[in-house]
């Protein structure tokens, strides 16, 4: 199942700005997300164990404007 960004967000436990960032410098590999028109969709089992098993720097907390 894919999941939006903001479900992703929730279960990553950080902001969409953080999550953006972290496509954007790799922590997310590229074959973890697709766009569907013009949303974001992740795998986001397969990026929860990427980022244990591969020592992707974990998340830092959250500061999202609201």
Do not use: F
């Not at 999550?19 to 973890?32: E, L, N, T």
């Not at 986001?44 to 999202?64: N, T, V």
């Amino acid at each position: 199942m894919l999941a939006t960004t903001a479900e992703l967000c929730q279960r990553l436990g950080v902001c969409d700005e953080t999550v953006y960032r972290m496509m954007a410098d790799g922590r997310i590999p590229k074959r973890y997300v697709t766009k569907i028109g013009n949303q974001w969709r992740y795998n986001a089992d397969a990026i929860e164990k990427h980022i244990l098993q591969y020592g992707a720097r974990k998340p830092e907390a959250a500061r999202c404007a609201s």
